[in-house]
């Protein structure tokens, strides 16, 4: 049995021919490759491996203490996946999930690559750190202490600056990554999460208010709100950009805003406490549930979804199907 406190065992790289696989062109004829869900379970520091087309958990894989989220490296060879508690970004092959090693950091909980690919930013929510590692080399750059639980982050298109909600603090942030200093810190509501550059504005979930905000990226101004639902956790746009997804975890619905307008077009009751999503090529929508130790696969079009039973408290969640689209791929740009 897997737990909290079961032993990781690593081997080197070498040892995985996977890599070697995924970066050989596939010849003709052959097999596509195996579509796959990993599941992050935060409550028993497991990854739950599910076969998306018999919905099956295929493997559990051990991590040391509390996956949260992931990023995936710029040349899509290598998926981190951000272990905060055990203070380690742990790499599996995006493709098939095969272990990759591990490098050690701090308290890495929110990660993400600035879109130009140069830096690899982190948020250090447990010790209350923003990191700027050199994509490259895994060198830390700069460290910020600009609020108390830095959550959810984005960037401006141009990368140069980056926004960061801050829990605690009740504050979004803003960093020049240019001059590598901080911007402004502005009030945004009460317990700020996700964050999401959209038409030009910052749009930020607040869990305490719940609903979202729409934000100046300039100065930090809110500019308008949206009633969602409470708990308001996560946002994310659709990969045909016509509808943008709010998590509403304490209210257990996800809902389906206009991305020009805001409103809400439909609220679909997910019990469970939904968090984050990953959206498959058949349009289905793929649900952690952070308060059920499941992930549910809703069919927007009807409102109908099913579940799988995977660890406690699952959190983030990457699909291989991703690996198929082009340009930036990132959690919250699906």
């Known amino acids: 049995m897997i737990t909290r406190r079961t032993a990781v065992s690593l081997l080197p790289l070498a040892l995985f021919p996977a890599q070697a696989l995924a970066d050989t062109p596939m010849p003709p004829g052959a097999a596509a490759p195996q579509q796959l869900a990993m599941v992050m379970n935060s409550g028993e520091a497991t990854i739950s491996v599910i076969d998306m087309t018999t919905k099956q958990v295929i493997n559990t894989l051990p991590m040391l203490r509390e996956p949260s989220h992931w990023a995936l490296t710029p040349d899509r060879k290598k998926l981190y996946v951000s272990d905060a508690s055990g203070n380690a970004l742990f790499i599996f092959d995006p493709l098939t999930a095969a272990p990759m090693g ?19 930013v982190v948020n250090a929510l447990r010790l209350d750190y923003v990191d700027i590692y050199d994509a490259t080399n895994m060198q830390l750059v700069k460290r910020f202490k600009s609020g108390k639980f830095p959550s959810h982050m984005d960037f401006s298109p ?6 960061h909600s801050m829990q605690k603090s ?4 803003s960093i020049d990554l240019a001059t ?21 504005k910052l749009l930020i979930c607040i869990m305490g208010e719940n609903g979202i905000v729409e934000a100046d990226p300039l100065t930090g101004e809110i500019t308008r709100r949206q009633a969602t639902g409470e708990g308001a956790h996560n946002i994310f746009l659709s990969t045909d950009r016509s509808t943008l997804y709010v998590s509403n975890r304490v209210g257990s619905t996800l809902s389906a805003l206009d991305p020009v307008s805001l409103e809400v077009k439909r609220d679909y009751p997910i019990p469970g406490g939904p968090d984050d999503i990953g959206i498959a090529p058949d349009g289905k929508i793929w649900i952690a549930l952070r308060f059920n130790e499941a992930v549910a696969i ?8 099913d579940t799988i039973t995977v660890g406690r408290s699952p959190h983030g969640i990457f699909l291989n199907t991703e690996m198929q689209k082009t340009g930036e791929l990132t959690a919250e740009r699906l």
Do not use: C
């Open 158 to 163: 141009d990368s140069r600056f980056s926004f």
């Open 102 to 120: 591990h490098i050690r950091i701090a308290d890495p909980y929110q990660l993400a690559y600035t879109p130009d690919q140069k830096y690899l």
């Open 298 to 305: 809703l069919d927007p079009d009807t409102g109908n979804f």
């Open 170 to 173: 009740n504050t979004l942030v």
């Open 180 to 200: 590598m200093t901080e911007r402004w810190s502005v009030p945004i509501g009460k317990t700020p999460a996700g964050v999401l550059w959209h038409n030009g």
